[in-house]
T-cell receptor, first 116, second 111 residues
Framework: EPEVTQTPSHQVTQMGQEVILRCVPI?????FYWYRQILGQKVEFLVS????????KSEIFDDQFSVERPDGSNFTLKIRSTKLEDSAMYFC??????????????FGSGTRLTVV | GIQVEQSPPDLILQEGANSTLRCNFS?????LQWFHQNPWGQLINLFY???GTKQNGRLSATTVATERYSLLYISSSQTTDSGVYFC?????????????FGTGTRLQVFP
């Protein structure tokens, strides 16, 4: 079964540093997403991306965040100046298109970001 | 926005017991998924179920979209079933779809 791949699995960074989280979505999917889960809480939507631009972003996705699809396979989330409260598990997801296929959304294994 | 609530919040079972997890949502949705988050934090897709009933081994799910709820059944539970179970509903807007997650049910299965 096709997978969404995320790297790194765990990243520790100092407050104020920039981090880039990487994802390789399923190859024939068109829609890409980032979600965040603070420890012990529910999974929250951050941003959706289609046709090389942001489709929708949540209130969490402020100016410190950006996303990019630099080539045909990678999808990245950048946090410019990390804060302690950015510590969370970040999930990348992809889907085949609007009004989904039978498989819905596929999530990666996540990147656990720890800001110290 | 859509509210997604799950019950119970916590569930403790002995191995071999059966359980039912519930997901209520506040508005019409396009689709619904159930996930199992394992102790390593990974989200494992269990079911993509807009309506009706699906079964996969010891797990089955039923969604009644007209009444805005879904149920996840776990039969003959095993210690490996432990973790957090999330339902997530697909919210459709004019230019994108996204998943809205529920609050989760934390399941602990003891031998």
């Amino acid at each position: 079964e096709p997978e969404v791949t995320q790297t790194p699995s765990h990243q520790v960074t100092q407050m104020g540093q920039e981090v880039i989280l990487r994802c390789v979505p399923i190859s024939n999917h068109l829609y890409f997403y980032w979600y965040r889960q603070i420890l012990g809480q529910k999974v929250e939507f951050l941003v959706s991306f289609y046709n090389n631009e942001i489709s929708e972003k949540s209130e969490i996705f402020d100016d410190q965040f950006s996303v990019e699809r630099p080539d045909g396979s990678n999808f990245t989330l950048k946090i410019r100046s990390t804060k302690l409260e950015d510590s969370a598990m970040y999930f990348c997801a992809s889907s085949g298109g609007l009004r989904r296929t039978n498989y819905g959304y596929t999530f990666g294994s996540g990147t656990r970001l720890t800001v110290v | 926005g859509i509210q997604v609530e799950q019950s119970p919040p916590d569930l403790i079972l002995q191995e071999g017991a059966n359980s039912t997890l519930r997901c209520n949502f506040s508005d019409s949705v396009n689709n619904l998924q159930w996930f199992h988050q394992n102790p390593w934090g990974q989200l494992i897709n269990l079911f993509y179920i807009p309506s009706g009933t699906k079964q996969n081994g010891r797990l089955s799910a039923t969604t009644v979209a007209t009444e805005r709820y879904s149920l996840l059944y776990i039969s003959s539970s095993q210690t490996t079933d432990s973790g957090v179970y999330f339902c997530a509903v697909e919210y459709v807007s004019y230019n994108t779809d996204k998943l809205i997650f529920g609050t989760g049910t934390r399941l602990q299965v003891f031998p």
